[in-house]
């Protein structure tokens, strides 16, 4: 078992609609000293084993991400390490 | 009787939803985002359509509109509330009804005239439905997979607030098919088609969505007497 | 919320101003990278008495390239207004963002159709959205409330892999944008041909309502009163996108040296739109013009240009997305959600408000002047100083050389009437089958089912209607029909005849429906005007629809011509796509499409002729295309349109369907699969081509229609008294009972429809994978 | 500045039809061995200042997220890493 996480952004130069909308929306939820909001998308897949890094960045470019408005990075992920502390 | 309807940014029915309220009989009252207060209307609807665009999740950030406030206090209440499509969203959101209503299962928008089976008519925006009648009203949406766990889903069906379910094949990937449910008073109501879109022969596939506005005018005149 | 931001890292002794640019006359310009001549660089030059400064080069090469200047196509365009029909109802024409034609005393209504594709070929989703979004400002920029969309699309061949990527991105775009505008799609259509592999055609027409007295016009007039942006911030969005792309050679490298892609935001245009409209209402501006190609210099010079004005536009006031972008990119992004109007400064203060309470930025950046001058400054600095009719109406203009294509003689002697044909009637049947499962020709639900047909309530007749029907009175049920239509292998073959096909179709499909058809818009998409061969066709096809419209007595109110569309070197066929406008005087009188009743008799209006060239079947079962495209007889067209009328008057008809593509037999599969009624009909013994060439033959100007029984011979009398040809057939069999010519053959229903309705899903139901 | 990203996923009983859509559409591309893929929502927000990490839970259990089908991660982003926003 080998996780990949590839985390796919619109390219800073292109227009973010969508957070551009939840940044309007959190000062009426009290929520101040916000500059900047940018909603990507994040994606997790599970190999049967270690995949070349190759195979993936190969993907992203031709499935996962849209080259022509975004960017993306892949990270390896062992199982230990969590992404992020859970809530 | 004095129905609201809510605008927030981005909302699409609200004109359609004013229009079948006054076909059914009533007065649409249209009711802003921004409002703090209900100006005394009897019911109120969360119109169909892309509040703040659908950005982050339909309704997410509609449920934050001043207007909530008061929305949810009118629901608690008891006050009528109904929400389509958009407004279900919201309704969900906002936790005035169980589950959420989730990117349908073959990822495409959907129009089309859907055939619905109405379970009960024991809610403020059905009782001039006889249940199990078959009725044909638009369904038009793109996040429309009603999604709950099992305990929820259970729970729905024995208290009988399933209120209406797909029938023939099911356009969305919705769970146990469900196309409407409402919450335990049966005063808040949440609908993925659209009844609005089906008041009138010449632009409808059917009227069959009327008896929703009448069902909430003939409840209000009967809690009125 | 007007952020104004000091540029980060602008090193000002690089800055190039009007000053700057008079002390250094020789320093070398890059006019060519941006598409100018050596000759209209000199032409600058002299217009300006100096070498231009890098904004105002920007500025020139965007406003004179061919998307905005339309210097290939004006010589002959002008023939639309030439030949053009005297109509009282058109209360704006060519020249305005879009035509303007009155309904009633109280209600206009505004429609226009145009191009978007070479963006949707870099990136289908976004082109596809934004194009929508542009044309929508075209009409909200008239003063009208937009109420529907339409959407003809080209594709490339329906197998090849690519086709997946920008169909599916095409159509998803259309739907997102579209339905969260809250406008109804009411039809368009879908075409697939390898001749648009490289190069799809995304056309998007919009309908707009308005008032008689509510009518908007774009002029900076009053001296004195405040220029304000509207409508979302100003990024790097397509910076000479539009222009650039739509004027240039385009091809796979092209799109690699790409502008930055233009993303919309249809929640944004919503808020745009009500918040327009609210100040169109309350009388609060002068003069409004949306922002598309070539941004905020296409508005302000077109503005000052029509109302002879001057202005003087303080450009660091422009609200920014990118805080470090250099002034002629201001003046040049396309970002989307835009729009210009000018305010008297006593009602800026109400103007704020109400973009304010709709949540839309807003921002005075400049005034009118009488100086007959655009003088642009970015802190003090002028970095533009120019008359506004040298961008807008003084552009270069060619006669371009027009030479008939060498191969035309051959293709044209290489006739489709002497293809082997199916004789026996499995043959035939199978025949049937074939084009009714074929791209071209098959059930389009998969496609439309993507987009929402019902919001705003007033939606009549929509897909797969012969025409879109939108109520525009709720009290009197006054409103309109709208058809767009073109196909491209007739005009490939005869440019002038293919124009007036497109054109007579359109009219057909709005007559079919029972409407009186009123005006056109059209959408010219043809290959590279330096191609002598390519402009013959486009002088050709233009010829043929303002000839056409003047016989028919209806005006073109507006349009748009899309040049250098081609697959690789080879340009795509000629496209022009017309959309004709139809007015019904009480909608609940349309004329719906499909068979409804058994019993019912089914009549063939019109004359049959034997004209197979170009036609569905030649391609589909030869892959063939030459000879010459059907006759073309629009006084007959008129005919069948009165006729028509005449019936629905006296309760004769109970459904009609145009014929087009795939000739009768492709009609009755449609008039019998609309709600599941089958037929029996039988084809004249002495049919011009036997029973083949009445069936698939493409013969314009007919109609398929069912009459109650009993009521065939009044039906009979009409067509004598307008002189239209009729051939009884048959009548309308049970629900779901089979398809039969008899002595032929018989196709069960639920066969027939599996042929028409599995093509799409086949094709691309899953092939969406990529994430949105 | 301070920068903070909030990954937000569906919770695992949730089906999640785009990331089946994107497995199926894996050996089409060659790709094999992938026994999952989930996609979900990456947001990265710039704050002015560090905020509270109770400020940010409560924003994300509240807005950014819907804790009724999805599960999010906070993680406080160091300045140095490679950012979204313009250049
Ligand atoms: N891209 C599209 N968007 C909306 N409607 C479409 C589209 N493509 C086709 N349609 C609709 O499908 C029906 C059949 O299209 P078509 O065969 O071109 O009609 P016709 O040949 O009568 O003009 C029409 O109602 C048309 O408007
Ligand atoms: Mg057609």
């Known amino acids: 078992m080998a996780r990949v996480v590839v985390d796919v952004m619109l390219k800073p130069e292109i227009l973010d609609p969508q957070g551009q909308a939840v940044a309007n929306a959190l000062p009426r939820l009290g929520v101040t000293g916000v500059t900047s909001v940018r909603i990507g998308r994040r994606i997790e897949l599970e190999f049967t084993e270690p995949p070349e890094p190759e195979t993936v960045r190969q993907l992203a470019d031709r499935l996962l991400a849209n080259p022509v408005i975004e960017d993306y990075t892949v990270s390896f992920v062992s199982d230990e390490e969590p992404a992020g502390e859970p809530a | 009787m004095r129905i609201g309807v809510v605008t927030f940014p981005g909302s699409l029915d609200d004109v359609d939803a004013a229009r079948a309220v006054r076909l059914a009989g009533g007065e649409a009252v249209s009711l802003w985002h921004a409002d703090d207060q209900l100006y005394g209307v009897d019911a109120i609807i969360l119109p169909g359509g892309f509040s703040?665009?659908?950005?982050?999740?339909?309704?997410?950030?509609?449920?934050?509109?001043?207007?909530?406030?008061?929305?949810?206090?009118?629901?608690?209440?008891?006050?009528?509330?109904?929400?389509?499509?958009?407004?279900?969203?919201?309704?969900?959101?906002?936790?005035?009804?169980?589950?959420a209503l989730t990117r349908n299962q073959h990822l495409h928008f959907r129009a089309r005239d859907q055939r619905l089976q109405v379970e009960t008519n024991r809610t403020a925006w059905t009782m001039g439905y006889t249940p199990g009648q078959e009725i044909v009203i638009p369904l038009k949406s793109g996040e429309g997979r009603y999604v709950a766990d099992t305990a929820t889903l259970d729970e729905l069906e024995r208290s009988g607030r399933v209120v209406a379910r797909y029938v023939d094949d099911n356009p969305n990937g919705s769970m146990r098919d469900i196309a409407a449910i409402c919450n335990e008073a049966g005063n808040v109501v949440g609908m993925m088609p659209h009844p609005e879109h089906a008041v009138d022969p010449l632009t409808g596939p059917s009227t069959d969505g009327l008896t929703v506005f009448t069902s909430v005018l003939k409840h209000l005149a009967g809690v009125a007497a | 919320m007007s952020v104004e931001l000091e540029p980060q890292g602008i090193e000002w002794d690089h800055l190039d101003t009007v000053a700057r640019a008079a002390e250094t006359p020789h320093q070398q310009q890059p006019y060519e990278e941006l598409g100018l001549r050596e000759d209209e660089y000199e032409r600058i030059r002299e217009v300006l008495g100096r070498r231009p400064t890098e904004s105002e080069l920007a500025m020139y090469s965007i406003m004179w390239s061919e998307h905005c200047s339309y210097k290939s196509s004006k010589v002959h365009l002008s023939k639309f207004q030439d030949l053009a029909?005297?109509?009282?109802?058109?209360?704006?024409?060519?020249?305005?963002?879009?035509?303007?034609?009155?309904?009633?005393?109280?209600?206009?209504?505004?429609?226009?159709?145009?191009?978007?594709?070479?963006?949707?070929?870099?990136?289908?989703?976004?082109?596809?959205?934004?194009?929508?979004?542009?044309?929508?400002?075209?009409?909200?920029?008239?003063?009208?409330?937009?109420?529907?969309?339409?959407?003809?699309?080209?594709?490339?061949?329906?197998?090849?892999?690519?086709?997946?990527?920008?169909?599916?991105?095409?159509?998803?775009?259309?739907?997102?944008?579209?339905?969260?505008?809250?406008?109804?799609?009411?039809?368009?259509?879908?075409?697939?041909?390898?001749?648009?592999?490289?190069?799809?055609?995304?056309?998007?027409?919009?309908?707009?309502?308005?008032?008689?007295?509510?009518?908007?016009n774009k002029a900076a007039t009053g001296p004195g009163n405040l220029v304000v942006l509207m409508g979302a911030l100003t990024g790097r969005d397509g910076i000479g996108g539009v222009s650039v792309l739509a004027s240039a050679g385009f091809d796979q490298?092209?799109?690699?040296?790409?502008?930055?892609?233009?993303?919309?935001d249809p929640f944004m245009e919503k808020l745009l739109i009500e918040a327009c409209l609210e100040l169109y209402e309350a009388g609060l501006v002068v003069g409004v013009q949306d922002l598309g190609g070539a941004g905020l210099t296409c508005a302000l010079s077109e503005t000052a240009a029509a109302a002879g004005t001057g202005m003087e536009i303080a450009l660091e006031r422009v609200p920014l997305r990118e805080p470090s972008m250099a002034p002629h990119e201001i003046l040049a992004s396309e970002s989307q959600e835009r729009m210009l109007l000018i305010v008297a400064?006593?009602?800026?203060?109400?103007?704020?408000?109400?973009?304010?309470?709709?949540?839309?930025?807003?921002?005075?950046?400049?005034?009118?002047?009488?100086?007959?001058?655009?003088?642009?400054?970015?802190?003090?600095?002028?970095?533009?100083?120019?008359?506004?009719?040298?961008?807008?109406?003084?552009?270069?203009?060619?006669?371009?050389p027009i030479r008939e294509p060498a191969d035309l003689p051959l293709l044209q002697a290489d006739r489709a009437e002497t293809l082997p044909r199916p004789t026996t009637g499995e043959q035939l049947r199978e025949t049937v089958l074939?084009?009714?499962?074929?791209?071209?020709?098959?059930?389009?639900?998969?496609?439309?089912?993507?987009?929402?047909?019902?919001v705003r309530g007033n939606t009549v007749a929509a897909m797969p209607e012969n025409a879109g029907v939108i109520r525009l009175d709720e009290r009197t049920r006054v409103g309109v029909a709208l058809s767009v239509d073109g196909n491209s292998r007739y005009t490939r073959l005869d440019p002038y005849t293919g124009a007036q096909?497109?054109?007579?179709?359109?009219?057909?499909?709005?007559?079919?429906?029972?409407?009186?058809?009123?005006?056109?818009?059209?959408?010219?998409?043809?290959?590279?005007?330096?191609?002598?061969?390519?402009?013959?066709?486009?002088?050709?096809?233009?010829?043929?629809?303002?000839?056409?419209?003047?016989?028919l007595g209806i005006p073109v109110t507006g349009g748009n011509v899309s040049f250098y569309n081609a697959t690789g070197p080879v340009a795509i066929n000629p496209t022009p796509i017309v959309g004709v406008l139809?007015?019904?005087?009480?909608?609940?009188?349309?004329?719906?499409?499909?068979?409804?009743?058994?019993?019912?008799?089914?009549?063939?209006?019109?004359?049959?002729?034997?004209?197979?060239?170009?036609?569905?079947?030649?391609?589909?079962?030869?892959?063939?295309?030459?000879?010459?495209?059907?006759?073309?007889?629009?006084?007959?067209?008129?005919?069948?349109?009165?006729?028509?009328?005449?019936?629905?008057?006296?309760?004769?008809?109970?459904?009609?369907?145009?014929?087009?593509?795939?000739?009768?037999?492709?009609?009755?599969?449609?008039?019998?699969?609309?709600?599941?009624?089958?037929?029996?009909?039988?084809?004249?013994?002495?049919?011009?081509?036997?029973?083949?060439g009445f069936l698939f033959s493409e013969s314009a100007g007919r109609a398929l229609v069912s009459v109650p029984l009993g009521r065939e011979k009044a039906f009979a009398a009409q067509c004598e008294e307008h002189q239209v040809p009729w051939t009884p057939l048959g009548v309308v069999a049970g629900a779901d009972a089979p398809l039969t010519v008899t002595g032929q053959f018989e196709i069960d229903l639920a066969e027939l429809r599996t042929a028409w309705s599995s093509t799409l899903p086949k094709l691309f139901d899953q092939l969406t994978a990529r994430p949105e």
């Open chain 2, 52 to 99: 703040y665009g659908d950005y982050l999740r339909c309704g997410a950030i509609a449920r934050f509109a001043p207007v909530m406030e008061s929305v949810m206090a009118a629901a608690a209440a008891g006050a009528p509330v109904l929400g389509i499509c958009n407004g279900f969203q919201v309704l969900c959101e906002a936790h005035l009804l169980p589950g």
């Open chain 3, 85 to 216: 029909p005297s109509s009282d109802r058109l209360l704006a024409g060519i020249g305005e963002n879009a035509g303007v034609v009155k309904i009633t005393d109280e209600l206009a209504v505004t429609f226009k159709v145009e191009s978007h594709n070479h963006p949707s070929f870099i990136e289908p989703y976004q082109g596809a959205a934004t194009g929508v979004g542009g044309i929508v400002r075209d009409i909200l920029a008239m003063g009208a409330r937009p109420v529907a969309v339409m959407d003809p699309l080209r594709v490339g061949a329906a197998d090849h892999p690519d086709t997946a990527r920008v169909l599916t991105g095409v159509v998803a775009g259309i739907g997102g944008y579209g339905n969260a505008l809250g406008l109804p799609n009411i039809g368009g259509e879908v075409v697939f041909d390898p001749c648009y592999q490289g190069n799809p055609l995304v056309n998007a027409l919009c309908l707009g309502v308005l008032p008689v007295d509510r009518l908007q």
């Open chain 3, 253 to 264: 490298e092209a799109a690699i040296q790409r502008p930055s892609v233009q993303v919309g």
């Open chain 3, 345 to 400: 400064p006593e009602h800026l203060e109400a103007v704020l408000a109400v973009a304010e309470k709709w949540g839309v930025p807003a921002t005075a950046i400049g005034t009118v002047t009488d100086t007959g001058i655009l003088r642009v400054t970015w802190h003090g600095h002028a970095v533009a100083e120019l008359p506004p009719s040298s961008l807008a109406d003084d552009g270069p203009v060619y006669a371009r």
């Open chain 3, 434 to 454: 074939r084009l009714a499962a074929s791209p071209n020709l098959c059930d389009r639900t998969w496609i439309t089912e993507q987009f929402d047909r019902y």
């Open chain 3, 501 to 551: 096909l497109a054109l007579a179709e359109a009219y057909r499909n709005v007559a079919v429906s029972g409407a009186v058809p009123v005006a056109v818009t059209n959408c010219l998409n043809f290959g590279s005007p330096e191609d002598p061969h390519v402009m013959w066709q486009f002088a050709e096809a233009v010829r043929g629809l303002a000839e056409g419209c003047a016989q």
């Open chain 3, 582 to 692: 139809g007015v019904l005087e009480d909608v609940a009188t349309r004329i719906p499409m499909g068979f409804s009743h058994p019993g019912d008799v089914i009549i063939l209006v019109g004359e049959t002729r034997e004209e197979l060239s170009g036609s569905e079947w030649a391609w589909v079962t030869h892959g063939h295309l030459g000879g010459s495209p059907p006759a073309v007889d629009l006084a007959a067209e008129q005919r069948l349109a009165t006729l028509i009328r005449a019936a629905r008057d006296l309760d004769l008809l109970r459904s009609a369907h145009d014929l087009s593509e795939g000739g009768l037999a492709q009609a009755l599969v449609e008039a019998c699969l609309r709600h599941g009624y089958g037929a029996t009909v039988a084809l004249p013994e002495d049919a011009p081509g036997g029973p083949f």
